[in-house]
């Protein structure tokens, strides 16, 4: 996955409660096949939400409006995320183009499924997050930093706010590395074990 240090974007105010995992990504778009830069879910984020019943856009909803088309971050509802513990949610997110989620909670699972694939879920107080869908409405397409460096959110109006993340999960983003990531790093100590394991125990390992 990509390396997360600090973005700067346009900011998209979300302010629906409980959108779950069914939500983020319909089932029905699960039968495609996701492979990164050929087919990915980017259609399929929040396509209900997005979309009426003739699969026309809403005109109402935020994502669809000129001023916050090409959000990389999104100022969430109260418990984003919830729901089923489907991966293919935060694939969704990533492949809309979505780095950074900014909300008051989300799903527990669906938070560690973000940090896995590249994304921020940076938990704010309602007050701030609140503050931020005022600011996003009234100036729209106004943009927002994340620092995972210092832990902070910078409003438009230059407010801080820090958020908490925990410290392996952190450096791991900073690195860009995700479970594969982190067992490659001892690769050198895991195939140096393997060919010692060989010399010392031969008949075990012909059995393998």
Same mark, same amino acid.
């Given at each position: 996955? @990509?390396?997360?240090?600090?973005? #700067?974007?346009?900011? *998209?105010?979300?302010?629906i409660? @409980? ?9 029905r ?9 050929v ?10 939400l ?5 699969d026309q856009?809403?005109?109402?909803? &935020?994502?669809n409006q =000129?001023p916050?088309?090409? *959000?990389?971050?999104? %100022? #969430?509802?109260?418990d984003?995320?919830?729901g089923?513990? $489907?991966?293919? !949610? ?5 492949d809309?183009g979505?780095? *950074?989620?900014?909300? &008051?909670s989300f799903?527990?699972v669906? %938070? ?7 994304? %921020?879920p ?5 007050a701030?997050?609140r503050?931020?869908?005022? +600011?996003l409405?009234?100036?729209p397409g !106004?943009q927002? #930093?994340?620092?995972l %460096?210092?832990q902070a959110?910078?409003? =438009? ?11 392996t $999960?952190?450096?791991?983003?900073l690195?860009?590395?995700?479970d594969?990531?982190? #067992?490659?790093?001892?690769? +050198? +100590?895991i195939e140096?074990?393997?060919?010692s394991y060989? +010399?010392?125990?031969?008949? $075990?390992a012909?059995?393998?």
């Open positions: 996955m @990509k390396p997360f240090t600090t973005l #700067t974007a346009i900011a *998209a105010p979300l302010d409660a @409980k959108i779950d995992t069914g939500v983020i990504l319909p089932g778009f699960m039968r495609i096949r996701r492979i990164p830069g087919a990915d879910y980017a259609d399929a984020f929040v396509h209900d997005r979309f009426d019943e003739k856009p809403r005109a109402d909803f &935020p994502l =000129p916050y088309r090409g *959000a990389a971050i999104l %100022v #969430t509802g109260m984003f995320g919830c089923s513990s $489907r991966e293919g !949610a935060a694939y969704a997110v990533l809309f979505v780095r *950074a989620l900014i909300g &008051p799903g527990d669906f %938070v560690s499924n973000c940090l896995q694939n590249g994304i %921020v940076a938990v704010l107080p309602i701030a997050v503050d931020l869908w005022r +600011q409405k009234e100036h !106004a927002i #930093t994340v620092d %460096v210092k959110v910078i409003a =438009p109006d230059g407010t801080r706010h820090e958020f908490a993340i925990d410290a $999960r952190k450096e791991r983003l690195k860009g590395l995700d594969v990531g982190v #067992t490659l790093e001892h690769l +050198q +100590q140096a074990f393997e060919v060989r +010399q010392r125990m031969p008949w $075990r012909s059995r393998i």
